[in-house]
């Protein structure tokens, strides 16, 4: 068949220039990452992308940086930064709830920020719902079903709660924003913590597994009667209804400046490993106004970093002084100076 | 099988009787290492997955397939809610796109004026090139809302007795979104084999029964439905193994839940999706084992279903006599 043939000649004449196309890309590619010095590639948490975006344009235009963040969760930034695939990885949860982790990494907190419990119910009328730990962990634990259970609607006199079934939605990958939060489940939950515990992705009891923080949010969003948990940048972008919660002092709290600072004191001198840990804060004065679910957020890097080690060194550095003041407009917190002051010691350990 | 034996004997020596060229050779040699590439690749990737499942398959042996839990915290892993959620997702798939593909196919072969053929068989194959995870962004952002609001509530309320039309719960992104998802896919696989076979039968059999004074649904039942049996149970297992393989459109609609549910309304997973959904997310050693174990028994449920369908072929093909 002549007509075929032609076809074909066609197909494979497109294909041939595809092929040479995407290798003439490949190698300029190469070519271009060879001879430009100032690029560093980051992946990891997708709760600190928000701010690591941010980032970008000032990096760029203050430090001549070319800043590539590739946000495939808590879990992908730890296994790119231990294989050598990225300059570093970011993480909500320390290295040591990874199994295999980075031996040879230096961890650096290098931003705070909060978990929000983010919900879709009564069709956006029902602002600044109240919430509490143990009645959050029965949600989680699918023991609680409805929006109008007599708990919930204790917590909320005088608002018209509907009857529609509560719809749970959680993280699908490896996530630090899931350590946060089941963390925090597990401070007020002796149920959660024997049953589940805490980890970067856990046995879920109930409810669907989404992809990332952006697909939490938009199931979420998307889904009438949902309840979800993200960075508090995800909730307000998407405009979705953000949860008040009870700390320890008895306090209703909402996930803004004010709570995370005050979270935030609960613990400014990092471990030697470089963790904190500031969930669930104490009953004590001193926490009155702390949100319950905060965290230090982490960026890896190898203490061995190569050829690259000065612009990951700089961008870091700039990141936890200069790159802070980025933070509030999204709802990240400047660190504690003790934090800066102790991040500096550990970029030190960077060499090449 | 004496012209089989010719055969073999002609493969064995290709250029016997010519003077060999350089060029030939050439041509043999490449040619030849290519057939070999695969066939090691093939090799390597078992390899290397019965290597990476090695730590899971001592730890929990068989008994990995009876349990429905996957625990990273406390290091507990079982692959039953994924062969369960497969096994639903595709043979429900499967169950949906059959007769609609035999239709499409009769449709295309035997029924259809001839300026329609054309474009519909088209549109069918367009279809098998959409990008999975294209249908299932469609499937999250349209068919999951669609379903559940206006799909699933009368199934419940006119088949609710049948316990997998259960009532339909809050989550959009269930069994039920899967296996439509997974119909929408297998569909022109399955659609356009058949049609191919429905073309292929002998056009003096379908005359020689109507000039018999059959109708034509006598006609399609008697001659062309026997003569292509076979190759469309081919094509079904064909459109089975898609279905049991495919991951990210799956990933994408089904809601990401261990456990076994009966109802198809609540949210699942399947063996692909659970791989493609968390391997960022291991945190031991045997959490990232157990993907591998998982990984491995759906490489061996794909080379079984495709040496089935090869085999239907091949019976079939012998039953009708015909050379292939």
Not at chain 1, 168 to 188: A, E
Not at chain 2, 274 to 293: K, W
């Amino acid at each position: 068949m002549p007509r075929n043939g032609k076809f074909v000649r066609i197909a494979l004449g497109l294909a041939a220039v595809g092929m040479v196309a995407s290798l003439a890309v490949i190698t300029a590619g190469t070519a271009s990452a060879k001879t430009s010095s100032g690029t560093v590639n980051g992946a990891g948490s997708t709760f600190v992308a928000p701010l690591v975006n941010k980032w970008m344009g000032p990096v760029q235009s203050q430090l001549g940086i070319t800043l590539n963040y590739n946000p495939n969760g808590s879990t992908g930034g730890v296994q790119a930064i231990t294989t050598h695939e990225a300059d570093f990885g970011a993480s909500d949860a320390p290295l040591s709830q990874f199994n295999p982790t980075c031996t040879t990494c230096v961890q650096i907190p290098w931003a705070l920020a909060a978990t929000a419990v983010i919900y879709n119910v009564g069709h956006g009328s029902l602002q600044h719902l109240k919430m509490t730990g143990p009645v959050l962990a029965q949600i989680y634990l699918g023991k609680i079903t409805k929006w109008n259970a007599p708990a919930i609607k204790k917590l909320n006199k005088g608002k018209n709660l509907p009857s529609t079934s509560i719809t749970v939605v959680h993280r699908s990958d490896g996530s630090g924003t899931t350590f946060n939060f089941t963390d925090y489940l597990s401070h007020v939950s002796h149920t959660w913590k024997s049953q589940v515990g805490t980890g970067t992705s856990v046995n879920w009891p109930t409810g669907e597994g989404e992809g990332h923080s952006s697909g939490v949010a938009g199931t979420v969003k998307s889904t009438d009667g949902a309840i979800g948990y993200v960075d508090v940048d995800y909730a307000v972008v998407n405009h979705l209804g953000i949860m008040v919660m009870k700390n320890r002092a008895g306090n209703f709290v909402q996930p803004r400046a004010a709570g995370i600072k005050a979270a935030a004191a609960l613990d400014t001198h990092p471990a030697k490993d470089g963790s904190l840990s500031i969930v669930n804060p104490p009953a004590s004065h001193k926490y009155r106004n702390a949100y319950p679910i905060c965290t230090y957020t982490y960026v890896d890097v190898q203490r061995a970093s190569g050829a690259n080690t000065a612009n990951i060194k700089r961008l870091i550095s700039w990141a936890v002084t200069k790159g802070q003041s980025y933070g509030p407009p999204i709802i990240f917190e400047p660190l504690p100076k003790a934090v800066v002051t102790f991040d500096k010691k550990q970029i030190k350990k960077i060499h090449s | 099988m004496t012209s089989l034996d010719v055969s073999t004997d002609a493969t064995r020596r290709p250029f016997s009787g010519r003077r060999v060229r350089l060029g030939d050779l050439i041509l043999q040699g490449v040619a030849g290492l290519a057939a070999l590439g695969s066939l090691v690749l093939v090799g390597l990737i078992a390899w290397k997955v019965i290597q990476g499942a090695r730590l899971s398959i001592s730890t929990f042996g068989f008994g990995f397939l009876t349990h429905d839990i996957w625990d990273p915290v406390h290091d507990k892993f079982g692959a039953a809610s994924f062969l369960y959620g497969t096994a639903v997702t595709s043979f429900g798939a499967l169950i949906l796109a059959t007769p609609i593909a035999i239709g499409i196919a009769l449709f295309l072969t035997e029924l259809a004026p001839p300026w329609i053929r054309g474009p519909v068989t088209a549109l069918v194959e367009t279809l098998a090139a959409i990008p999975s995870v294209v249908i299932g962004l469609w499937g999250i952002l349209v068919l999951a809302p669609f379903l559940h609001r206006d799909v699933n509530p009368v199934l419940h309320s006119v088949l609710g007795f049948i316990p997998i039309f259960g009532p339909p719960g809050t989550y959009q992104e269930n069994v039920f979104t899967a296996i439509v998802v997974l119909t929408m896919m297998i569909l022109p696989i399955i659609a356009s084999i058949s049609r191919e076979l429905f073309l292929s039968v002998p056009s003096e059999l379908k005359e020689g029964a109507l000039g018999l004074g059959t109708t034509r649904w006598e006609m399609i039942r008697g001659v062309s439905f026997p003569y292509a049996r076979g190759g469309v149970a081919a094509a079904m297992i064909l459109g089975l193994g898609r279905a049991i393989g495919e991951a990210i459109a799956v990933a994408q609609v089904i809601g990401a839940f261990t456990g076994i549910s009966i109802n198809f309304f609540n949210p699942g997973n399947t063996l692909g999706a659970q791989v493609a959904l968390s391997y960022t997310g291991s945190q031991t050693p045997l959490g990232e084992s157990s993907l591998f174990y998982l990984a491995l028994i759906l490489l061996v449920f794909s080379i079984v279903v495709n040496l089935v369908a090869q085999l239907i072929v091949r019976r079939s093909s012998r039953r009708l006599g015909i050379a292939r």
